[in-house]
T-cell receptor, first 113, second 115 residues
């Protein structure tokens, strides 16, 4: 079983739709949680960190449920430019303070006209 | 400012050849990470440096993989006697130490194809 599980999609949605992605993680020692975005043949880029209290950044809302070991990402009013792969990422804190990121397989989103 | 750079961007190696992949982190970034991303998968952790010290190499798939960062800046990932299963994108990331978010900034990757 993978440490971070995500539905690979693809999710095909019309422009303006609301779409939600979920992921589950198995390592209860995980301390930090993130969503990364990866465009085709590009490097991953941090979209947002995820906190237990939930957090919002514009059209994006992330939630963490530590008891259920579940993370979600909600995208409202989706744009064509949101088309990408969204990677769910968890991390313990390493010796020296570094984050060893564990990535899910990613969920592919395609926003269409 | 300059981001993380990696070279070469593309590398084709014949099975059995040795390859060396270079990473130039963002200036001043203490932490450096290597990840391997196979087609259709998320990146997988290989190894981690803080300055010149390699603090975690638990993700290196075999003893054919070796990484170094001798002066705490540039890092090299070396793969000896390459095999077809080594074909992947190798991503390098760097981050500041001690910051709350510890965001990792990724380079564009080196796409390795072993024939």
């Amino acid at each position: 079983r993978k440490e971070v599980e995500q539905d690979p999609g693809p999710f095909n949605v019309p422009e303006g739709a609301t779409v939600a992605f979920n992921c589950t993680y198995s390592n209860s020692a995980s301390q930090s949680f993130f969503w990364y975005r990866q465009d085709c043949r590009k490097e991953p880029k941090l979209l947002m960190s995820v906190y237990s209290s939930g957090n919002e950044d514009g059209r994006f809302t992330a939630q963490l449920n530590r008891a259920s070991q579940y993370i979600s990402l909600l995208i409202r009013d989706s744009k064509l430019s949101d088309s990408a792969t969204y990677l769910c990422v968890v991390s313990p804190i390493l010796t020296g303070g570094g984050n060893k990121l564990t990535f899910g397989t990613g969920t592919q989103l395609k926003v269409e006209l | 400012g300059a981001g993380v750079s990696q070279s070469p961007r593309y590398k084709v190696a014949k099975r059995g050849q040795d390859v060396a992949l270079r990473c130039d982190p963002i200036s001043g970034h203490v932490s450096l990470f290597w990840y391997q991303q196979a087609l259709g998968q998320g990146p997988e952790f290989l190894t981690y440096f803080q300055n010149e010290a390699q603090l975690d190499k638990s993700g290196l798939p075999s003893d054919r993989f070796f990484a170094e960062r001798p002066e705490g800046s540039v890092s090299t990932l070396k793969i000896q006697r390459t095999q077809q299963e080594d074909s992947a994108v190798y991503l390098c990331a760097s981050s500041l130490a001690g910051t709350r978010e510890r965001e990792q900034y990724f380079g564009p990757g080196t796409r390795l194809t072993v024939t």
